[in-house]
């Protein structure tokens, strides 16, 4: 079945850091994409980042890349050099299939919190 | 790009009320998803359409709950006899090339 996991609730950190979210993943397609958003304290759900399952470089895009262990079924958001704007709740989703559009399934997300 | 819009941004309606809530996704995006997303349940897969058609609906409750999508500048999502259950965010995404991309979401209360 298909499932995304994501074991931490909250982190909390001090600004200019790095952190690490995890996520774990199930499924039995070989083909398959992983995303972060994150959700902002006033409801806005914002895409970030994207792997797909076929690439073995791990995806970057500004501050936000992705740690993408496949053999694992694990991947990590990394945002670096945090900043105080980055407080939000992120949320792991993954998509099956090779077609281009079909449903995510969510985790249940990480609220972060970048203090000063 | 005016982004997915989503209206009415908060709806109350009272049990057994009917609710339809509406979508309009980004111009030239072939898909558009719906979910649902509470505190107990986290984001809920709805349904989706692609290029107006319907194409899976595994996660819409199977009474009271329906979706249409008549053109390609609108969806709208019905619940008839809204139950205080069906309380939620109600978000709608679009997608062209796999992001979805998301609305600000209807929140539904029922009384």
């Known amino acids: 079945a298909q499932k995304v996991t994501q074991t931490q609730t909250s982190i909390s950190v001090v600004e200019k850091t790095t952190v690490t979210m995890d996520c774990v993943y199930e499924?039995?397609?070989?083909?398959?994409?992983l995303f972060w958003y994150k959700q902002t304290a006033s409801g806005e759900i914002v895409f970030l980042i994207r792997?797909?399952?076929?690439k073995k470089e791990n995806a970057t895009v500004g501050h936000y890349s992705l740690n993408f262990q496949k053999p694992k079924s694990s991947i990590g958001l990394i945002i670096t050099a945090t900043q105080i704007e980055d407080s939000a709740v992120y949320f792991c989703?993954?998509?099956?299939?090779?077609?281009?559009?079909?449903?995510?399934?969510w985790g249940l997300g990480t609220s972060l919190v970048v203090n000063p | 790009n005016a982004g997915v819009i989503q209206t009415p941004r908060h709806k109350v309606t009272g049990k057994g009320q009917e609710a339809t809530l509406w979508c309009e996704p980004i111009?030239?995006?072939?898909?558009v998803f719906w979910y649902r997303q509470t505190i107990v349940q986290g984001l809920e897969f709805l349904t989706y359409f692609r290029n107006q058609a319907p194409i899976d609906d595994s996660g819409m409750p199977k009474e009271r709950f329906s979706a249409q999508m008549p053109n390609q500048s609108h969806s709208t999502l019905k619940i008839q006899s809204t139950q205080p259950q069906d309380s939620a965010v109600y978000l709608c995404?679009?997608?062209?090339?796999?992001?979805?991309?998301f609305g600000p979401g209807t929140r539904l209360t029922v009384l």
């Open positions: 995404a679009s997608s062209l090339q796999g992001e979805q991309y």
């Open positions: 989703a993954m998509r099956e299939g090779i077609g281009d559009n079909s449903k995510l399934i």
């Open positions: 111009s030239g995006h072939s898909a």
């Open positions: 792997q797909d399952s076929y």
């Open positions: 499924t039995r397609d070989s083909s398959y994409f």
